[in-house]
């Protein structure tokens, strides 16, 4: 059975600032536990019910919890058999850009767009995303849950965009509604596309720095594309075999 301390506690890295401090997140869901006991993170504690317990197999630290209790620390609607409390973990050294396509994106505020992006790019062989300081946070649950696993292959980093995109020496493609139709751009084997916030786009300053401007060709009435949709899109054709 959970104490209160115990339980608070796990309530509270539901908080970014609890998070940021402890250096812990939260993982829920079967799927995404699963992946996460596969990966280099490290697992603090799990919290299963008896169906997911009795058939655990592993050495990190279990407690079996009833169902009412699952559904005081999580923090989804329906929560799924087991949680996990893991340890935040940091990409080593710095990202390599050349010889591969790389994700930068400017000001991504919703949780689901963020994971989303990460799932597609865990999809079509990313391995990194450059974040700015600015977008949400990775270990938010949601961005968790959104990425369906990916956090755990698609190593992320935030950095100033201002000061990083200038001394990148590959291509650089920005999604912009004003830019060249993206079907004349051919495969990309290296280069970096920026993905701007949901409602602004791409912020100004970083505008100079976009050396290969692109769109997605609009055939119909809609106004614009949801970020993570417009990414799919575009990766999907730069990333072609």
């Not at 536990?33 to 596969?38: F, I, P, R």
């Not at 994106?105 to 799932?119: A, Y």
């Not at 701007?196 to 970083?206: A, D, R, Y």
Request: with cysteine; charged share 20%.
């Amino acid at each position: 059975m959970l104490s209160k301390n115990e339980l608070k506690y796990i309530q509270s890295l539901c908080h970014k600032k609890q998070r940021q401090e402890e250096g812990l997140f939260i993982v829920e869901g079967t799927k995404l536990v699963n992946e996460l006991l596969q990966s280099g993170f490290t697992i603090r504690k799990l919290y299963a019910l008896p169906l997911w317990a009795e058939q655990y197999r592993g050495s990190v630290p279990l407690e079996t919890i009833t169902g009412t209790e699952l559904e005081k620390i999580s923090s989804l609607q329906a929560p799924n058999q087991v949680l996990a409390v893991a340890e935040q973990k940091q990409p080593s050294g710095e990202p390599v850009i050349e010889k591969q396509l790389t994700l930068v994106l400017d000001s991504i505020q919703d949780p689901g767009n963020f994971g989303t992006i990460i799932r597609i790019a865990d999809w079509f062989g990313i391995k990194q995303v450059i974040a700015s300081v600015d977008t949400v946070e990775l270990y938010n649950p949601k961005v968790i849950q959104s990425t369906m696993g990916s956090f755990a292959r698609v190593n992320v980093w935030y950095k100033p965009l201002a000061g990083f995109l200038p001394a990148v020496t590959v291509p650089v493609y920005g999604a912009l509604l004003n830019g060249k139709n993206m079907h004349n751009e051919p495969p990309v084997t290296e280069g970096v596309l920026v993905i701007g916030n949901e409602s602004k786009g791409i912020s100004n300053e970083l505008l100079p720095f976009v050396s290969h401007p692109i769109t997605i060709p609009r055939l119909g009435g809609a106004e614009s594309l949801n970020a993570a949709v417009a990414a799919g899109i575009i990766v999907s054709h730069l990333k072609k075999a």
